[in-house]
């Protein structure tokens, strides 16, 4: 019944399934992939959102790792990933179809609490989600159900912001950064920025790179902490292995998450 009712819709929306590669559900819509499930209770959905030009097989092994390395009932629901954008400030939009995905979730998705997490640039295209999720009634029961995660990303402007009006939408966000003594990671004081916008409402999470094999204080190699606990360049980023080569020399990171379980409560402004 819910795989009809979601083809159905996507059909309406004007969508096509598009043959995938193995294990990556099908592109629909253009950009994204999801495993659409039902969701128990007590169990979450679990959308995550990559950054620039990170490919759909790199984000799907991504989440693969993360719901291995959580309790079983964290991402027991519908399972999403995007292609990363293909410019790091998604000024470029024509890659991802945000609305119907939007449609898609707020008309489809069953009840349950869904963390959305983004790194990097992808969560200028989590903004945006939001923003379009906030547009209708469903949308907005919907955001009540949604913990936000942004690991080392943006805050963003215009339709691509979260600003402290969202922020008191959602059931929880989270802003995640790493440190190693000597720097920061690249985005670190935009999730201060974040923080600032709503102290009351944000949690601020900084992970320790210390032991993390980056140069000291290399701040793109730090960027890449939420995802590994040890990337694969000591100087820098490789985005198709610290994403899509995750494993026992790379462990995935999940500290962030585990800082922070999600609960059913609904978010301040729904009291």
Do not use: K
């Not at 990363?84 to 939007?102: C, E, H, K, S, V």
């Amino acid at each position: 019944m819910f795989s009809r009712r979601l083809f159905t819709l996507l059909l309406v929306l004007g969508l096509r399934p598009v043959q995938a590669d193995p294990g990556l559900p099908p592109e629909l819509p253009r950009g994204v992939h999801c495993a659409w499930r039902e969701a128990a209770p007590g169990e979450a959905h679990l959308l995550m959102l990559p950054g620039w030009r990170v490919q759909p097989d790199w984000a799907w092994h991504w989440l693969q790792a993360v719901s291995a390395a959580l309790p079983p009932a964290w991402s027991a629901g519908t399972r999403c990933v995007l292609r990363g954008p293909n410019d790091a400030r998604f000024l470029q939009r024509d890659d991802l179809d945000l609305a119907a995905w939007a449609e898609a979730l707020r008309t489809t998705l069953p009840s349950g609490p869904v963390r959305l997490i983004a790194h990097s640039s992808g969560s200028f295209v989590a903004h945006r989600l939001l923003r379009l999720l906030a547009g209708s009634p469903e949308g907005t029961a919907l955001l009540g159900r949604i913990h936000y995660v942004n690991l080392d990303g943006a805050v963003g402007e215009g339709d691509l912001a979260l600003d402290a009006a969202l922020i008191a939408r959602l059931a929880s966000v989270q802003a995640v950064a790493a440190a190693d003594g000597m720097g920061e990671s690249a985005n670190a004081a935009a999730m201060r920025a974040l923080l600032a916008l709503a102290p009351d409402r944000v949690q601020f999470t900084q992970l320790d790179g210390r032991d993390a094999g980056c140069a000291p204080g290399a701040r793109w190699c730090l960027h890449m902490l939420p995802i590994t606990r040890r990337p694969h360049r000591p100087e820098g980023f490789d985005l198709a292995r610290d994403y899509g080569a995750i494993g026992p020399a790379h462990p995935v990171q999940v500290d962030y998450l585990r800082a922070r379980p999600i609960t059913a409560a609904p978010p301040a402004s729904a009291r």
